[in-house]
């Protein structure tokens, strides 16, 4: 008799998007004349830069000859796009990555689910409340924690980011082995200092710990104060594998193109206390596990390096960031308070309320989606998410209803 895998009965019942979806469906049919307008799940809407167009073209026509034709390509990305990512996003900014220590993929939402597997199944884990789910629900499948108790996983170290902390939890007391950051963050939009990166990798150097770092969002970053990379912490390539992503950079979603960096100087230990590298342990997992991105999506990933690509990259940015400008006054006009937004494409608004309470209310009196704060864990609660990824007639639309319906 075939038994399943019981660790996924231990998962919430549905997935955050899910529940929107059905509550947005159902509100849609009741109300077919009111068009609402979504600022919940954190998709883009501009397309791509043209100077990735034009490579996915020419790419695209390699394809169609023989003599340029491409099938299966390397696993870990072309060297083409390896270089481009280490020269411009590591060298750039003074930090030691080698090409062949990163490993292109299609995505971080598969790279950050993934990555757990390398690592054992007793592995003490701290992770953020509130987050982005796919950290917590990858090791909730793995059998890396007990039922969920009141909202909450046994066997995770929860790192509560409220606004006495401003968002960005400190290191705790007790030790952990596999910690998940995520700045710019996802949903809050705060971002970690330096010396509170220092912080979390002096901790993992002093737990023998890893440090999983997603930085899908930093290509939002303004404040030059503010690390991009947790490879500009001194000591970071012995304690961190970090994640990037191409889809809010150059509107990839999708596209799909993303990568992550595993230092070749990064370890950890077996039962017998002997140490690997984890770069060799990846390597086996992607290799074995995943067959490349395409050669025509790589082209495009590497157009966003020449000199054209970045500065269109740069007014995409830009361009939601000026939307979360815009959401950020119109909050605060309202009497709320909110974070995020100055170097993220997320606003977290504090409801003051239940979360879904206001998800309803803007759903019904403004036809404006948000994501309940609730969804993300339990320190979301009395909190919502904006983002700021829409076009900016909507964006304004939705500030105008959402004003009135609040009024
Ligand atoms: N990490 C965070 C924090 C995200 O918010 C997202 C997407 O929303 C991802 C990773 C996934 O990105 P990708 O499109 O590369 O799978």
Request: net charge neutral; aromatic share 10%.
């Amino acid at each position: 008799m075939i038994r399943i895998n019981e660790n996924y009965t231990k998962l919430k019942a549905s997935y955050l998007f899910a529940d929107i979806a059905r509550r947005v469906g159902a509100y849609t049919a009741a109300h077919p004349q009111s068009p609402v307008i979504r600022l919940g799940i954190g998709d883009v809407t501009e397309p791509l830069p043209p100077a990735c167009v034009e490579a996915m073209h020419a790419a695209t026509d390699e394809m169609s000859r023989r003599e340029t034709f491409k099938g299966y390509g390397p696993e870990q990305g072309y060297a083409f796009l390896r270089e481009l990512v280490a020269q411009h996003d590591y060298a750039g900014r003074g930090c030691r990555i080698e090409p062949d220590e990163i490993f292109i993929s299609d995505g971080s939402k598969c790279d950050c689910g993934n990555i757990q597997e390398i690592f054992s199944t007793d592995a003490r884990l701290a992770i953020p409340d509130p987050v982005y789910p796919v950290y917590v629900d990858t090791n909730v499948m793995a059998g890396r924690t007990g039922a969920n108790v009141g909202g909450r996983y046994e066997g995770i170290l929860y790192l509560e980011s409220n606004a006495s902390n401003g968002y960005v939890p400190a290191v705790p007391d007790a030790p952990a082995d596999l910690i998940y950051l995520c700045f710019p963050n996802n949903p809050t939009g705060a971002v970690a200092t330096r010396a509170q990166l220092e912080a979390w990798v002096a901790y993992a150097k002093r737990n023998r710990a890893v440090i999983l770092f997603d930085s899908a969002y930093e290509a939002y970053i303004r404040d030059p104060a503010i690390p991009h990379s947790i490879y500009e912490i001194e000591g970071a390539r012995e304690v961190a594998i970090e994640f990037r992503s191409f889809s809010k950079t150059a509107g990839f979603t999708g596209t799909r193109c993303a990568y992550t960096v595993v230092p070749k100087s990064l370890v950890a230990w077996d039962a017998s206390g002997q140490t690997h590298p984890l770069h060799a342990l990846w390597n086996r997992r992607h290799t074995t596990k995943f067959n490349g991105v395409s050669y025509p999506v790589q082209r495009a990933a590497a157009a966003i390096f020449s000199e054209a690509g970045r500065q269109q990259t740069r007014a995409l940015t830009d361009f939601y960031l000026g939307n979360a400008q815009l959401i950020r006054s119109a909050v605060a006009s309202l009497g709320l308070s909110a974070v995020g937004g100055d170097n993220a494409p997320y606003i977290w608004v504090n409801s003051g309320r239940d979360s879904w309470d206001f998800f309803d209310l803007l759903l019904d009196k403004a036809q404006v989606v948000c994501t309940p704060g609730a969804g993300f864990g339990k320190c979301g609660e009395g909190h919502i998410r904006i983002s700021a990824f829409n076009s900016r007639e909507n964006v304004e639309k939705a500030l105008v209803r959402i004003a009135a319906a609040l009024r």
